[in-house]
């Protein structure tokens, strides 16, 4: 975890007070189902929600892992010492340790989310409201880097709007994917524990019993989060890459925001970086990297080995907290980003009309010029413009084959930007679902 | 594609004549659709279908493209030399290669996926089938690769169902991702043909039109395919593995079949081994290797750049026909897979007893004695066991101190299997949803 | 491997006849080694040359595979059918079949290796080549995509020069770290076959003895000589980046070559994609993809496992293949850019000197103006160039200001190109190793 | 950074205290070579080094960056505070942020690189003494999990050793991709600074100037880094899968050493986990997963984007601490394992004697038994062992049919495990360069 590139709330999630916090929950809890089964006596059960408004003292849990070596014992001795030996000498009972360790890891990966999806709201909500905004701002679509034919920067923001919801749906089902809890004893089958504790403590917690577990939560779950987050990921990468081709000193179709105070911004004007958009490249390659290993890790010996639990230290934090970093990053350059209808207009003029070359060739052939007989038409006119800096339009119109087939009115119609601009609405009631 | 790991099933989904078929269904769909509009004359759309039973010539259109340089054009002009160039004229009007491309390809994709769910549909079937089988046969669950408490064989071809049914709704969900299709022109604009095209065209190839697409489908959706992908890849090596270490010579509670006849399996009857779930470990790997290139490929420049085009030409084939290969090699040898319950038990009873060392400790705390006497009589027992090789139940019984504790009853009773394999049935009700 | 991204000497490799080659001369060297060690009789190592010049017959052996299902032992049969049962009869004696399987992949990882560093010296050439050529020729270096200070042309092939220099280094370490083999018998031990045998087979196919094996060559190398051609592979990524940057719309200071007859060129002759690089950076991500897998394979349970197998048989012609191919391509793209310094120097003053600002602000400060001063001084009339489009040098050289502190030769200077390429000799020399 | 996989020394190259010392003696050289070319004032450079023992406040650093929003600017002012404004004025002249960090960032890896070097030296240590120790501890080789021939526990940690040397080699090679410096300016092309000053620095801080370099160091020798420690990682996991096969209950060819004290050891003796093990394997995948990203960094765009420098930040520190965790791990591991040469010998003898059914075969052909005759006669023995439990050797002895072609003698030899173990000294000289 890199402190830059995280935020307080995801932090917290994965800092120990809300671990220890989270392993409390599920003994207290699984202690009141034991009772209620009559495995330990009421009063053992209720002594335990003793500590229910403690902080518990991390530095002193490490002190006693220092000696135990084992960190679910520390944490339940450091609890005996609060609630008194004797009432917690029923904690844990029949339990084993990944039992909480699981049902601990999957709690905070659905919190974490909860965050991703509540982050990708708001991107969506930015997203949206940039694309109604710049609707009908015309702009040259570009295929291979190249000029092809005009779109909209609203078409823009509303494509990759619905690539995220795309990406909240993924993050749903991701959720869904690890929302299960297991207590369920050391090899799956509640030898020593009822299944009726899972249950509760599942319930309390917002999770549903996993129908078969081993030791440990089956880690097909967690590969399949954490490789939606790569698809997430990767999809920032698509929108940062975007806006920073949109910010190339050449093309300058808008910028990412540099507030008036901004060191040297002035003095070199054209020189903004679009250093957050960079940064989003980047951080996407750091949420893509934990899909591969998440995937090794499935493949467990038999009821568990201990392999996965080292990465899943690492890529359980580092990777929820690097995407919602990421995501509200995101927001924020979409929220303010700076764009330049003029300089679109002007890009898309570069060629002085070419773009229309192809509408203008398609006219002719269905004026019924002979296909040969348009391209060599087109051409000719084209490489004047291309080669002699003259003007596409006036070429054409200048021309007596083409006017022969095609009148001024109906050339002047070929660079009518209404033409590329009629089915707007038509997508945006796709994708916004509105009329 | 190795042709050894490959099903013709599968990798017929990728020939050049599949996909020619596929690019013919669209423009005869595409024209069927213009001439509805009346953007092209009735005859002209009808006349496409006369190419309907049609087998195109691969040779032919190859030929054709190493004039043109390009596939789709080589692919019209064969169409038109087939159909006649006049009633030709119209085909792909206002359409983008693209168009084609990328609808084929989903097309390629869906039909790849349902054979994927057909065979994951049989993979459960045989799991189910062995877990059935051996509901009850006690093996010992192991954690780090060592001897934890007694679980069943049954329970370990359930979690692998379990784990196998939550693929088959990833594929499922894998398949939704990549159902759509395309026919929006050079940008995505539909500046040059009506979105009805696209809707007819879509229904008839029981696709879903793509709520806004470029020139190109957003590749968010393949790399959320080949992601899935890559997990049910990494929950097959998960069984792999399992059988792997069954096999091995000094566990041998499972045996990939041997025909009879199969070379060398006689003289050095030992010397069985687990070529096939090895093969499976590294067909996993090569699964999951299309992960990451499909997440790089979601970035494309602007409107669409051809980088994603050689990638998904190697993973597109690639990955579903070494996954399809894969599931159906682990349907096989999960269905013929020789369990051997008697060493299940010897390998159980490897060192006498001590498996139940965690329980007997439990009773006799749960006796009234100390914890720390309590682990004394376990150990000194066990020591017993461990170094001088005697029997665990038999040492306990003539220890007067834990006979003081436990009556023989008692203490035979820790020794009961069923103990452990009494909630084998609510977990089977669990995974199979049977009671 | 896709036939369209392939060369034929890099398959040939890969083909199974000079598989079978490989394992001829194995074998064949074997007998005549282990003659030499008196093991076998002297006619029989002769009478195996008499299949010097044979073709082998591949189907012939494949139907010899299906029966035996194992293809070393086909190979073997349809060699007794050519050279005599009899006189066969010592061929692959002491030998397993990792030995010869083993020791060819490395043969041919070696001469796939070898056309690897060929293509890279022919790339080499080229990039040289073309940095002489532009080695005066000014662009504006950027950083972020922004313009930053000018540079050359000549730059930056010379630093993808160097880059590519520490790839052919790297691709000769990659040759070394699997130019091994090994006829070391089942587990490593030379039990039935002399360490001379391997002696003699590695002399005679180029190779050095493998210090150590097991039954298998320890696949650290592979992982190695792999992760070297993803490095490659990346590189080549780095400059189809650069070309295909160079090729948009916007900046077109470079273009792939486009041959005059190719399609569509003329009656658009701004839609030159950059297909070739496109394309390059697809073939990047292929490459790239064998790396983790290989890595995967490395750790191979006790004397071996067999998982690796599948995964080689992929990535091993897969990866060098398409390697090769683009190397090729790149070198190919390279000779033949077509470079506009036209439109570089068109590009650099697209905002009329403000590129120069820092070196106007530097010179301000030793000519003794205060860091505030001069910056308020280039910033007043930075943003006379930038919002109301006037030129840098001309309004500084009518501030009185600035004239104040620096004369107008003095502000001329700082405009004058010269200074940004005084020590381009010095970095050529550098990098050629030339004066 | 996982506090609990991390060591102090390498944890000090990454601390903020680090970076900055770097970063002044890289501006502290700079200046005495700015002052040795006349560029600055001697007295300035002197000055700088006024702050040679101070120890850099980063609170008051990181309160300066966030109000300049740029690190080294906040580096300098701090650096101003202490050696005074003026006497600071001349600091970093002529440089670029890049120069300082990236020369920094170099320095920190080469760093690293020393301290896994030393570790693989100690692994080696460790290697080769255990190596030695059980040069001739016999134990069964295997192949796909399966018994084949027997080899020595001295082998197994000779091939490690091997592997670790060519480990060795690599970060060496490692450590020199990335041992370069670059003071060249925002582009690279020295317009403001001389070539001497990179000279200079680069030497005192051992280091070579990079012969071209762009506004940024190329990644390519950062990914060539990263990719190395990949491999470095796959081979940590190859030891550790066999140390925690070896473990495995049924096996128990070894142990990770357990201290008397550790818990729960005594009362349950068998269950003793491989937790060191398994931990190396899962610290492997978090290693490995620094590669791709490292190798998607290579392709920044023209002189320099930023997106690799927040993969760097996460990189550069986690995988060089983890490995070397896991390397001092592992020699640990390797340092203590305790070896039970009894066991092997049992497990070698599972099925009492039919391991050395191949060499029987052999001996029967040799002795002029036809391939099938012998085939059968083995084969038939082999299955009363397999079936029955008989013994091997005493089977062939009573088999007339056997004896008839091998006298008693010979069959005592073919069960000499000397056979295997002959050329044990020949592959130790070959590993360890001694006779």
Same mark, same amino acid.
């Given at each position: 975890?890199? /402190? ?25 809890? !699984? ?5 209620? &089964?009559? %495995? ?27 000696? %135990? ?80 034919? /005009?779109? #909209?920067?609203?078409? #823009? ?128 390659? &750091? ?34 907290? #690097? ?37 203008? &060739?398609?006219?002719? #052939? ?7 007989? !348009? ?22 119109? !200048? ?9 001024? !009115? ?15 609405? %038509? ?9």
């Amino acid at each position: 975890m890199i /402190p830059r590139y995280s935020r307080p709330e995801m932090v917290a999630i994965w800092s120990p007070e809300t671990k220890f916090r989270i392993w409390y929950e599920i003994e207290a809890h !699984a202690c009141d189902a034991l009772a209620a &089964l009559g %495995t330990i006596p009421k009063e053992n059960a209720e002594a335990v929600w003793k500590a229910r408004d403690v902080e518990f003292d991390v530095a002193r849990i490490d002190e006693i892992e220092a000696v %135990t070596k084992h960190d679910v014992i520390a944490f339940l001795t450091h609890l005996a010492e609060i609630i008194g030996n004797d009432e917690a000498r029923f904690v844990h009972q029949g339990m084993t340790s990944s039992d909480v360790l699981d049902t601990c890891f999957n709690v905070q990966l659905v919190r974490a989310a909860d965050i991703l999806i509540a982050d990708m709201d708001k991107l969506l909500e930015a997203l949206k409201r940039r694309a109604y905004e710049h609707k009908d701002t015309v702009r040259i679509g570009r295929s291979h880097g190249i000029h092809a034919e /005009p779109t #909209t920067m609203g078409l #823009t923001f509303a494509r990759f709007h619905a690539e995220m919801q795309r990406n909240r749906n993924r993050l749903e089902k991701a959720r869904f994917e690890i929302a299960t809890g297991a207590i369920s004893g050391a090899v799956g089958t509640f030898a020593n524990i009822d299944p009726a504790v899972e249950a509760h403590v599942c319930e309390k917690l917002g999770l549903v019993p996993e129908p078969i577990s081993t030791q440990v939560i089956p880690r097909d779950r967690h590969a399949a989060f954490f490789a939606a987050l790569g698809v997430v990921a990767s999809s920032i990468e698509n929108v940062a890459i975007e806006i920073r081709h949109m910010q190339r000193t050449e093309v300058l179709e808008a910028e990412e925001f540099f507030s008036a105070g901004q060191k040297g911004s002035s003095a070199m004007p054209h020189k903004r970086n679009p250093v957050l958009t960079e940064n989003l490249t980047g951080l996407a390659r &750091l949420v893509r990297m934990a899909v591969v290993p998440a995937m090794e890790n499935v493949a467990l010996w038999h009821e568990r080995d201990i392999s996965h639990s080292s990465v899943e230290r690492n890529i359980g934090p580092d990777t929820t907290i #690097t995407l919602d970093f990421a995501l509200a990053r995101l927001t924020s350059v979409i929220d303010k980003l700076v764009v330049y209808p003029e300089n679109m207009l002007a890009n898309m003029n570069k060629f002085r009309g070419l773009v229309m070359s192809q509408r203008v &060739l398609l006219a002719l #052939t269905q004026a019924g010029v002979s296909r040969e007989d !348009a391209y060599k038409l087109v051409q000719r006119n084209a490489m004047k413009v291309w080669e002699e800096g003259k003007d596409f339009k006036t070429e054409l119109l !200048a021309d007596p084959d083409v006017t022969a087939a095609l009148s001024p !009115a109906e050339i002047e119609e070929k660079f009518d930007l209404g033409y590329h601009t009629k089915h707007v609405d %038509t997508i945006f009631a796709r994708v916004f679902g509105e009329s």
